[in-house]
């Protein structure tokens, strides 16, 4: 019978005593495995870059580079990065950049063992992950934050059955830039994936019917 490799956990962390906790979770599970931990901002992404894990458990409050900037380096490297935040007095505004900077997921820095292995598995299967009540709370930022046009723009073409490459040809954009504005309409949609991103965008009535034909906006 065919095995599948444990999914890579790096633990950037700055307390030592958490850290250890976390890889203790992690170690016991035989579909999980910590493949490395950092203390620093600078330990994070260095360790990233060496160890290239399937998912990151990231402290937003670590030492000399903050998380948002880890997520940004980070990034800049490798765009499909799975990184999960953890938060505890930065709150939910600290959520909020986390995900449109390209977080995967959040938890809170007392989250259970149980729901931290949860979004360890869920982000590590490409789906992102929030608590119920966070995500509610983030779908209502979307009147403060509206989807862009821009954004609009792809969420259309995806509905359209365009992949990232058609849909860059089509509005004249990069491949990055396609992945870039989808991910933040995402985010603003507190939406799972790329189709569950549309289906918001109906609901939001900001796409319909009549858009997805032609990829162009209705008269």
Do not use: W
Not at 24 to 44: M, N, P, Q, W, Y
Not at 65 to 92: K, M, P, Q, W, Y
């Amino acid at each position: 019978m065919a095995t599948t490799n444990p999914v890579g956990v790096l633990i950037a962390d700055h307390h030592g005593v958490r850290r250890l906790g976390l890889a203790a979770v992690i170690g016991r599970e035989h579909d999980l495995k910590v493949v490395g931990e950092a203390s620093t901002g600078s330990e994070a992404i260095e360790r990233f870059r060496t160890h290239r894990p399937e998912v990151m458990l990231l402290d937003l409050g670590l030492p000399d580079a903050g998380g948002l900037a880890v997520i940004a380096a980070i990034r800049r490297d490798a765009r499909r990065a799975r990184i999960v935040v953890s938060t505890g007095r930065e709150g939910e505004e600290a959520v909020y950049r986390a995900m449109r900077a390209g977080a995967a997921g959040s938890l809170r820095r007392d989250a259970p063992p149980s729901v931290v292995l949860e979004a360890i598995r869920t982000v590590g299967a490409g789906q992102p992950y929030l608590a119920p009540a966070l995500a509610t709370r983030l779908a209502a930022r979307t009147r403060q934050d509206p989807v862009t046009s821009g954004e609009v723009g792809v969420l259309r073409l995806v509905a359209s059955g365009l992949c990232n490459r058609r849909i860059g040809e089509r509005l004249q954009i990069t491949e990055s830039a396609v992945k870039a504005r989808l991910a933040s309409a995402r985010v603003k949609l507190c939406a799972r994936d790329r189709a569950h991103a549309v289906t918001m965008a109906f609901a939001h009535n900001l796409i319909d019917l009549d858009d997805v034909d032609t990829g162009q906006p209705r008269p």
